[in-house]
């Protein structure tokens, strides 16, 4: 859904550091339309970044019109990616979208293009030339390896998806390597990444998008462990060009405080971004939180990878104050905080949130606590 003309929508993404748009071609009748929401949020938060859409790997084949030019597009190209029957094949069907074939397999158009290109071109005359304001570009469903079998190389036979890896993954950084002659070099480059660790895609994209790692039946943390999830986010800040960059993002109810504390404590426990999406509106939501009014500063302790407690809770210190988190799995924790700190003052979760002082604190594991000096 988007709410883009709603100015109350457009004040409430305008308190936010760094937000992903995803307008369609025209939107409001056309690319000014999409120019004045961006000043809007612009003029309430001018340090605010602002990033537009995008996804490679998948299109939708219907006669909605914003898209009618890909479609066209993939149909006169032959750019579909195809099983060996000639089939259109897709990953999923819960979106109603169906795979482009991004390898270097396919031939190339008359201005010498395959698809990834040709997108990257189709994506910066529609957006970021006629809309400077965009800061952002972002890219969906960066895979180490595709999702489906199919006929990648168009000789009639389909391989698997290990066996296509590395020219799938060339196919997404063409795509990059192609936007990034597009655009000024202050356009930051982030994906929606899993593993970047491969030699195609190390240090390619400036940050990544940590979708669901908290939340959902298929979280990592909810499928294997939290240490497993914060090397997870440890590897992403690694191979990105900007570790402040990275976006850990968990899912919830907008009431489900505990929660939000112990991904934004974990979280806080490396450099990036935070992200707490509603998960009965997805990515429309926008929501906030007591600990976002606070300022911790600049980190102190580099981003820990032992417990600070010999009980297994993890620490790390800011100018302004502290985080503490407990981990699925170590049980209730009680830990001894050094003289000078408090509890932050909220009125969401208020018995956690209270103002007083912190000699003692007590967590359930899966939980976190922000603290600050007094």
Known sequence: KTYYD?????????????????????????????????????????????????????MYDNDYEPIAEIRAK??????????AAGEKVQWTSAYDTWEVNITGFTDIDAGGYRYPEWFAHWMHD??????????????DNVFPKPRVTADYTRDGVNE???????????????????????????ITFIGNVSDLTSAEYTKQLD??????????????????????????????????????????NVHGSAR???????????????????SYSNIHD???????????????????????????????????RFDNGMVLVNPKGNGRQTVTVESGYRRIQGTQSSLVNSGEPAADVTLNERDGIILLKI
């Open 126 to 139: 529609n957006f970021f030339s006629p809309v400077p304001e965009f800061d952002i570009w972002y890219f």
């Open 207 to 248: 940050g990544g998008f940590l979708e669901a790692l908290m939340g959902e039946s298929y979280s990592i943390e909810t499928l294997g462990s939290w240490d497993t999830m914060m090397n997870y986010y440890r590897s992403a800040m690694e191979h990105v060009k900007d570790d402040t960059l990275v976006i850990f």
């Open 74 to 83: 993939l149909y006169s190209e032959d750019w579909w990616l195809l099983n």
């Open 6 to 58: 709603d100015p109350c929508y457009r004040a409430n993404l305008a308190r936010l550091d760094l937000v992903i748009l995803g307008f369609y071609k025209d939107w409001g009748g056309g690319p000014s339309a999409i120019q004045a929401v961006l000043q809007n949020i612009k003029a309430i938060n001018p340090q605010i970044r602002i990033g537009q859409y995008s996804v490679l790997t998948e």
């Open 256 to 274: 489900d405080y505990r929660l939000m504390r112990y991904g934004l404590c974990s979280c806080l426990l490396g450099n990036g971004h935070f």
């Open 282 to 316: 997805g990515y429309s939501s926008v929501l906030w939180f007591d600990e976002y009014n606070i300022s911790l500063g600049n980190p102190v302790d580099p981003p820990p990878t032992d417990a600070y407690y010999s009980n297994g809770v993890y620490r790390r």
């Open 160 to 186: 698997a998806p290990d066996d296509i890896q590395v020219a799938y993954r060339e196919g997404a950084v063409s795509e990059w390597a192609e936007a990034r002659t597009l655009v000024p070099a202050a």
